[in-house]
């Protein structure tokens, strides 16, 4: 089994008591980073190399990960692609399982984590060599593609389910990269190609009408978002990557997208509500909430649902996009904008994880 779906199979197969059997001192990696401590992740693995605590191949593959990650979330791009480039080909057979029979005895296949490989790809994009970067998800792409029809021919369901949901996630990246260079055509051959291969992921779908809103096809958004809408009273989803309150919220910001091209704020404002409702942790709907109440030139209102929002979920409404939209509306607020938003920057120093970008303050 490969270590790049051990993690994702371990509550199906039984295989690890606990992420600790995968590599040493796994778990209290995996709650750094679920705590945004990249910068301890990174003393915690030099820490373990210095001490050469790492016996196993894929120990050092696994630490390897987790250090890239981290100097990728602390925008250190350089480091990152530095301790990549001391790989060799990830396809190579010194990261392969039976090279190594008297370690791994019953195991096969490819010890390179998945994010290793997403990063790989990821890397060379941040600095700002795109073409390589885009050569290398695509690469990926067929290489995700290629155990998905290893699966498909071995009936491994569970494992199947994990590969396509990661088919999802790297051409949703793919879309988002061509689309920042406004290439639309090559956005929809994608997601229709995955379309015609029977997958019918509802955040793709979303992502198609999107594209399709902005090269002025209102008609083809709206049968985009309608077959979501018709995911609701499907009795089978087996190809839904959302819970139903996911799914929910996912039709009413769809439905409030389509509000915002009107110019009909008032009723994207009901929709957001409506999703805020549901789930008070849809960050999206919070903050798109407040941008319809600034449109609306409810300034007062648009910062308490910020405001609000930082002080309930901390750890979830803070991201920069919030900070920013926040900031800006302090501007057009207040003449003493400069003293409310150094408080606010003091209080995202206290709280914030390693990787926030603190300048969005604009201070």
């Known amino acids: 089994m490969d270590q790049e779906s051990a993690a994702d199979l371990d509550p199906l197969t039984n295989q690890f008591a606990s992420l600790n059997d995968l590599a040493p001192e796994l778990a209290s990696l995996q709650d750094l980073a679920n705590r945004g401590s990249w910068r301890s992740i990174l003393d915690k693995v030099a820490r373990a190399r210095s001490l050469s605590i790492l016996t196993k191949p894929h120990d050092h593959l696994t630490y390897l990960s987790y250090n890239v990650l981290a100097l990728a979330k602390l925008r250190r791009f350089p480091d990152a692609f530095t301790e990549l480039d001391s790989l060799d080909d990830l396809d190579s057979l010194e990261y392969r399982y039976e090279s190594y029979p008297q370690i791994y005895s019953n195991r096969s296949g490819s010890m390179v984590p998945f994010v290793l490989r997403w990063l790989h790809a990821l890397i060379p994009i941040k600095l700002e060599n795109r073409q390589e970067g885009m050569?290398?998800?695509?690469?990926?792409?067929?290489?995700?593609?290629a155990k998905i029809k290893e699966r498909e021919d071995s009936?491994?369901?569970?494992?199947?389910?994990?590969?396509?949901?990661?088919?999802?996630?790297v051409i949703n990246f793919i879309v988002g990269q061509h689309l920042n260079s406004k290439e639309f055509s090559v956005c929809?051959?994608?997601?229709?190609?995955?379309?015609?291969?029977?997958?019918?992921?509802?955040?793709?779908?979303?992502?198609?009408?999107?594209?399709q809103m902005q090269i002025g096809d209102l008609e083809g958004a709206k049968v985009s978002f309608s077959k979501i809408e018709a995911m609701l009273n499907e009795e089978e989803k087996s190809n839904e990557s959302l819970n139903e309150v996911e799914l929910?919220?996912?039709?009413?910001?769809n439905k409030a997208l389509m509000y915002l091209v009107g110019k009909d704020y008032v009723s994207?404002?009901?929709?957001?509500e409506e999703c805020i409702e549901r789930d008070h942790t849809d960050v999206v709907a919070i903050?798109?909430?407040?941008?319809?109440?600034?449109?609306?030139?409810?300034?007062?209102?648009?910062?308490k649902v910020l405001e609000n929002a930082l002080e309930r979920l901390p750890t979830v409404a803070l991201n920069e996009n919030v900070v920013v939209n926040l900031c800006s509306m302090y501007e057009l607020a207040y003449v003493n904008h400069s003293d409310i938003k150094r408080t606010l920057s003091n209080w995202i120093a206290r709280v914030a994880p390693d990787d926030f970008d603190t300048s969005c303050t604009r201070i």
């Open 135 to 145: 050569d290398r998800l695509y690469i990926l792409l067929d290489f995700v593609r």
């Open 155 to 169: 009936n491994k369901e569970a494992s199947l389910k994990v590969w396509r949901r990661r088919e999802v996630f």
């Open 188 to 211: 929809l051959d994608l997601i229709r190609d995955l379309f015609t291969g029977g997958c019918l992921d509802p955040v793709l779908l979303s992502k198609l009408g999107y594209i």
């Open 248 to 253: 929910k919220n996912l039709v009413n910001r």
């Open 268 to 272: 994207a404002v009901r929709q957001y």
């Open 287 to 303: 903050n798109n909430k407040a941008l319809c109440l600034m449109y609306l030139r409810d300034l007062s209102d648009s910062v």
